[in-house]
């Protein structure tokens, strides 16, 4: 049942920044709305930074703390809504609590959202008219059942299947989410052009690209730190195979093709001190374009995986974080004993260096902190160096 009414939000609101756990203590037992209106607490707590345009709509309504828990952030519906064409007529198999749909609905024409959870496709269709999205219509049922029944054309279908298990264990695979939209490939072509596939990061591109013919683009979308997710754009007019792989970072858009990455030429370099580094983001790592970073950065990778770049003058634009190289140090057992007299603390990283980050770190007698940089790397010629690195300035 959704609660919308003065009493009701003016209680939210006036206890919105009083402890949880305490409201419920404090009114066990009371009237049976303030349940509900505790939970719209919480779930604002929970997606504060998440949900930080749709939560300017006062009376958005949250079913539950696990909807908050699953549903997209702002900033990714936002780049769902980018991928589809202005004005086209949309449906959504896998509404949830409607953040994607509502974005959408803000450039296309019409949006039809299905979902399976009665309580969840309420309140979906409540925050729809709360949100003034008069395009959107929400419906309750089987979104595969609809699919099979409707005789609506759209232009586009958007679905996110869900990644867990009955179990609540991660699954991975196109085929093992639900729906299962492999399955699903010949009843969705007969009602759309274009489909949109939002997936797990952990996915990988090769195989996802087996499994989504005639995808068109495929976007690793992520942040500076990790990987969100894997989307796929189907277009199954494309009948030529060609796709274009992004790796979408906080806005930035890496794309190249399989055959540019095939053909470029890489460079390899062994960095020196006051040089820079350069380490791809996690987007760029799960789609690895390695070969192709350093032909079209002009910066030299420091072995063939080890997927670490240097230069000896900063290069901009380059899709991951850059330092400064302090120094470039052997990795010998003399340098080890020494280390900690001038670096007693010191952040410690490897790659490709064949001990783990915190044997490098026990070696070394160092404590974390601070704001240098240690990665113990393999370079040219399987010869293992630590790199001491600062902050570029630039």
Known sequence: MIHDNDEFWEWVYRNINDDVLSLRLRNHGKDEWIDAAITQIECRRRCNRKLTDTLKCRHFVFPSTLSAEQCTSDILADFHAGLVDDCANVLDMTCGLGIDTFHIARKA?????????SDTAEAAAHNAKALSLSNVTILHGDSTSYLKECDKRFDTIFIDPARRGDAGQRLFALSDCRPDVTALLPDISAHCRKLIVKASPM???????????MTRDIYIVGNTRECKELVSVVDFTNDTND????AWTSGD???????QESEAAVEFGVPEDGWYLYEPYPAIMKCA??????????????HPNTHLYTSSSPVDMFPGERWKIERVIPFASSELKRFSR???QINVAVRNFGWSADKLKAKLKVKDGGDKRLIG????????????????EH
Request: proline residues 6%; contains cysteine; hydrophobic residues 40%.
């Open 203 to 213: 996915l990988d591109v090769t195989h996802t690209l087996r499994e989504l013919p």
């Open 342 to 344: 001038k670096y007693p």
């Open 289 to 302: 374009p390695y070969k192709l970073l350093s032909s079209r950065f002009g910066v030299k990778k420091l």
């Open 243 to 246: 796709v274009t792989i992004h």
């Open 377 to 392: 790397a393999t370079i040219t010629g399987d010869i293992k160096i630590m790199l001491v690195l600062c902050k570029d």
């Open 109 to 117: 024409s019409s949006v039809t959202a299905v979902e399976l959870n």
């Open 253 to 259: 858009d890496f794309s190249y093709t399989p055959s």
